[in-house]
């Protein structure tokens, strides 16, 4: 079996024994980097006996010995569950200090995470993986590597080539003020050219859009004859979606819906906009398809007892209502009749999403007052 050479054993051996906080091995420069405190690094240069790959694993295994007093290297059975944020907070100090990127994940996605882990898990591995891993944690949101994870993200997005990729990482960029209002402007701006772009700020600040829109015109009338039942959950929503941020959110939500990129994008979007509505849903409501949610909303508008007041005062939005109900009664699972049988893309999507889009973009016009 191979060993390490005399040299390279002894500046492992030599690394180990000082207060490093985490490894990063370059697999083909064959240089080992070690973190130490106040953000400086131990480099030391390899010198195979063997075949690369060979000796790096003999490498890893060394280090995992003195770490983990694991001989086999980073334990396999650890791989199948540190991804999912199960890693023992006690041990995620020990993992970063492994080399493995798969032990660098496991820190990225544990629940127990800090600033200070991150700080270093970012440093043994940069990469959009990760920083979202990390953005996904409240720890980490509010702290200054929040804020480089978030800068990092803005920067890839041109290089981003999965949508789910480029939704998610707007939507994380976009939480507690982690990007200036410039920034956030500027993403925005790109949505012009790419709706795909539009669909994160749907999800993370759906009253807060960077777009200037006029209320409904009859917001105003509404929120003056509503207010003796401003307590109605209904209502609220109405309000909520005839205000201008409102107008704002259904003006953006058509604008994806006429043009989606993919498949992606439009199940992101049918469910940004079930968030929106979520208040008002029917708690009795499962998962429907597009022809039964319209006549499941059109049985709550008729029936339920709670409306009856609203409806009274107010007899001229029911139809808003009832747009209101069918948009909270969407899910990705509504477009499952369509995309379960097609990998579509482009204008013929657009054409075999029809039975299901026009429908939305009729009840998305009611409440823009088109």
Same mark, same amino acid.
């Given at each position: 079996?191979?060993?390490?050479s005399?040299?390279?054993?002894?500046?492992?051996? @030599?690394?180990?024994a000082n207060?490093?906080q985490?490894?990063r091995?370059?697999d083909?420069?064959?240089?080992l980097?070690?973190l130490a405190?106040?953000?400086?690094e131990? #480099?030391?240069?390899l010198h195979?006996?063997c075949r690369?790959?060979l000796?790096? #694993?003999?490498?890893r295994?060394?280090i995992?010995g003195?770490?983990?007093?694991s001989?086999?290297?980073?334990p396999?059975y650890?791989?199948?569950?540190?991804?999912?944020g199960q890693?023992?907070d006690?041990?995620?100090?020990?993992? %970063?200090m %492994?080399g493995?990127?798969?032990a660098?994940v /496991?820190?990225?996605n544990?629940t127990?995470l800090?600033?200070?882990l991150?700080?270093?898990?970012w440093? /043994?591995?940069?990469?959009t993986q990760?920083?979202r891993?990390?953005? &996904?944690?409240?720890?980490?949101?509010?702290s200054?590597?929040?804020?480089e994870? /978030? =800068?990092?993200?803005?920067?890839?997005?041109?290089?981003?080539?999965?949508?789910n990729?480029?939704?998610e &990482? *707007?939507r994380l960029?976009l939480?507690?003020n982690? +990007?200036s209002?410039?920034?956030?402007?500027a993403?925005?701006q790109?949505?012009?050219?790419?709706?795909t772009?539009l669909?994160?700020?749907l999800l993370t600040t759906?009253?807060?859009?960077?777009?200037?829109m006029?209320a409904h015109?009859?917001?105003? *009338?509404?929120?003056?004859k509503?207010?003796?039942?401003?307590?109605?959950?209904m209502v =609220?929503q109405l309000?909520? +979606?005839?205000?201008?941020?409102?107008q704002?959110f259904?003006h953006?939500?058509?604008?994806i $819906?006429?043009?989606p990129?993919?498949q992606? @994008?439009v199940?992101?979007?049918?469910?940004?906009?079930?968030?929106?509505?979520? /208040? *008002?849903?029917?708690?009795?409501?499962?998962i429907?398809?597009?022809?039964?949610?319209?006549?499941?909303?059109q049985n709550?508008c008729? =029936?339920?007892?709670? %409306?009856?007041?609203f409806?009274?005062i107010?007899?001229?939005?029911?139809?808003?209502?009832?747009a209101?109900l @069918?948009?909270?009664?969407l899910?990705g699972e @509504? $477009?499952?009749?369509i995309?379960?049988t097609?990998?579509a893309?482009g204008?013929?999507?657009?054409t075999k999403?029809?039975?299901?889009?026009?429908?939305v973009l009729q =009840?998305? &016009?009611f409440l823009?007052?088109?």
């Amino acid at each position: 079996m191979k060993t390490l050479s005399p040299e390279d054993a002894l500046r492992l051996n @030599v690394l180990l024994a000082n207060p490093i906080q985490a490894i990063r091995i370059d697999d083909y420069k064959m240089i080992l980097y070690g973190l130490a405190e106040q953000s400086s690094e131990a #480099k030391i240069q390899l010198h195979p006996t063997c075949r690369s790959d060979l000796y790096l #694993k003999q490498v890893r295994e060394t280090i995992a010995g003195q770490v983990f007093d694991s001989p086999e290297g980073y334990p396999v059975y650890l791989r199948n569950w540190t991804r999912m944020g199960q890693a023992r907070d006690d041990s995620l100090e020990q993992l %970063l200090m %492994l080399g493995e990127p798969e032990a660098v994940v /496991a820190v990225a996605n544990a629940t127990g995470l800090t600033p200070e882990l991150a700080k270093r898990a970012w440093w /043994a591995m940069p990469d959009t993986q990760n920083a979202r891993s990390m953005l &996904s944690n409240p720890a980490i949101i509010y702290s200054e590597i929040g804020q480089e994870l /978030a =800068q990092y993200l803005v920067d890839y997005l041109p290089f981003e080539a999965e949508p789910n990729d480029l939704i998610e &990482s *707007i939507r994380l960029v976009l939480q507690a003020n982690l +990007i200036s209002d410039e920034t956030k402007q500027a993403i925005w701006q790109k949505g012009k050219n790419k709706t795909t772009y539009l669909v994160g700020f749907l999800l993370t600040t759906p009253d807060s859009l960077p777009e200037i829109m006029d209320a409904h015109p009859q917001f105003e *009338i509404f929120r003056a004859k509503l207010t003796p039942i401003s307590d109605n959950p209904m209502v =609220q929503q109405l309000l909520r +979606i005839l205000s201008p941020d409102g107008q704002a959110f259904i003006h953006t939500c058509k604008r994806i $819906l006429r043009k989606p990129a993919n498949q992606e @994008v439009v199940t992101y979007l049918f469910n940004a906009m079930a968030r929106y509505f979520t /208040a *008002i849903r029917p708690a009795t409501w499962q998962i429907m398809q597009i022809e039964q949610l319209l006549g499941a909303a059109q049985n709550v508008c008729e =029936q339920q007892e709670n %409306l009856t007041e609203f409806f009274s005062i107010a007899p001229e939005v029911k139809p808003l209502a009832n747009a209101m109900l @069918v948009l909270s009664g969407l899910s990705g699972e @509504v $477009l499952n009749p369509i995309f379960s049988t097609t990998t579509a893309i482009g204008s013929l999507m657009h054409t075999k999403l029809q039975p299901i889009s026009a429908p939305v973009l009729q =009840q998305l &016009s009611f409440l823009r007052g088109d």
